[in-house]
Nanobody
Framework: QVQLVESGGGLVQAGGSLRLSCAASGSIFSFNAMGWYRQAPGKQRELVASITSGGSTNYADSVKGRFTISRDNAKNTVYLQMNSLKPEDTASYSC?????????WGQGTLVTVSS
């Protein structure tokens, strides 16, 4: 079973940066798409960014120009570079990978942005 392991979350001041990583272990195939969701207490889960194996990306309007998603197809690893962080970015960030067998989720990593 493929597992996704996230890292890079933490506490950062507004205006700062964090880089989230999500590495697949035990993979024998490349995900067709990977991405990140986030969810804060009292708010709906939202799709932050996604990227296909071909490199096509999509971003939520709230993070455009500040976040960059990238991936290493050979290692099924996806990254989320988060710049100019705002307090409203505070949330649990979960990565996912979409393959022919379904969608696999990571455990999530907490990002807290202080004002």
């Amino acid at each position: 079973q493929v597992q996704l392991v996230e890292s890079g979350g933490g506490l950062v001041q507004a205006g700062g940066s964090l880089r989230l990583s999500c590495a697949a272990s035990g993979s024998i195939f490349s995900f067709n798409a990977m991405g990140w969701y986030r969810q804060a207490p009292g708010k709906q889960r939202e799709l932050v960014a996604s990227i296909t194996s071909g490199g096509s990306t999509n971003y939520a309007d709230s993070v455009k120009g500040r976040f960059t998603i990238s991936r290493d197809n050979a290692k099924n690893t996806v990254y989320l570079q988060m710049n100019s962080l705002k307090p409203e970015d505070t949330a649990s960030y979960s990565c996912w990978g979409q393959g022919g067998g379904g969608r696999i989720w990571g455990q999530g990593t907490l990002v807290t942005v202080s004002s």
